[in-house]
């Protein structure tokens, strides 16, 4: 099993930056993928990136250019660099990994874009 951690969520104006991170319980050297996903009221989950265990990235189309998916492997940490945030970018954020076939979700993190 893995459990994931979430911070670094908050309020923050259109066009300012936010660093998300999950913690994971175990390495993440030994899991497949690590990523982010986001929920805004009334939506659906969706991909926001994601980054293999090869170092492969992937990117929501609406957030490419703009946000960073990295890991620091000696801390089984995974980041969300957000520039340019804006309005439609508020949501929940949730990391995701995939370890062993099954997919595991953090508890979420809350992200606000308000001037």
């Known amino acids: 099993q893995v459990q994931l951690v979430e911070s670094g969520g908050g309020l923050v104006q259109p066009g300012g930056s936010l660093r998300l991170s999950c913690a994971a319980s175990r390495s993440i050297f030994s899991i497949n993928a690590m990523g982010w996903y986001r929920q805004a009221p009334g939506k659906q989950r969706d991909l926001v990136a994601i980054?293999?265990?090869?170092?492969?990235?992937n990117y929501a189309d609406s957030v490419k250019g703009r946000f960073t998916i990295s890991r620091n492997n000696p801390k089984n940490t995974v980041y969300l660099q957000m520039n340019s945030l804006k309005f439609e970018d508020a949501a929940v954020y949730y990391c995701?990994?995939?370890?062993?076939?099954?997919?595991?979700w953090g508890k979420g993190t809350l992200v606000t874009v308000s001037s």
């Open positions: 995701y990994a995939l370890y062993s076939g099954m997919p595991y």
């Open positions: 980054i293999r265990s090869g170092g492969i990235t």
